[in-house]
């Protein structure tokens, strides 16, 4: 079998397994935060290094995106300067702090850590995780967690895959 019809068949069973095991187990992990978790690992180049930078690169982007909402949304940063201006403030800072950690070489994937930044920013928002569910302990509430995990989940799947595809394809 090719390395390309490899790859195919094995991302696209085990993403068919994962789907089937993130919706029918209530953990409150994200099939979409995987998916990109597994294509960041990809793009990071596979291997070790694929994992390790997806890892690092999605998690420290999700932290950075859930202390800017717990900023904005529990500290009084919106009800102090408004939601508009307030957000605007806090991803100006954050973005900063995400771009000049670059120097840092486990964070030197700034598109990593904004995939990372973006699913919590985006998931806290659009399922309504703010306020007090960010500071929850729990997969299901919070946006930190849940996507975070799914993303690891999600890099793990594509190491595995890119394993079973070395075995398989001549």
């Not at 953990?27 to 596979?46: D, K, P």
């Not at 990372?116 to 299901?140: C, H, R």
């Amino acid at each position: 079998m090719s390395g390309l019809l490899a790859l195919g068949v094995v991302v696209g069973i085990i993403g068919a397994i994962a789907t089937w095991v993130f919706l029918a187990i209530p953990l409150g992990l994200q099939i979409w935060a995987a998916v990109i978790g597994l294509a960041v690992f990809f793009h990071a180049g596979g291997k070790d290094v694929g994992l390790k930078t997806a890892i690092i690169g999605t998690l420290f982007g999700a932290i950075i995106a859930w202390i800017a909402l717990i900023v904005l949304t529990v500290l009084p940063v919106a009800a102090t300067l408004g939601v508009p201006l307030g957000a605007a403030l806090v991803v100006f800072v954050s973005i900063v702090v995400m771009v000049l950690a670059a120097s840092v070489p486990a964070f030197a994937a700034i598109p990593v850590t904004l995939y990372g930044y973006a699913g919590v920013i985006a998931y806290a928002l659009l399922a309504g995780k703010l306020g007090p569910a960010l500071l929850a302990p729990s997969l299901v509430e919070n946006p930190l967690l849940s996507v975070g995990v799914s993303m690891v989940a999600g890099a793990l799947l594509g190491f595995v895959a890119q394993k079973i595809v070395g075995l398989i394809s001549k």
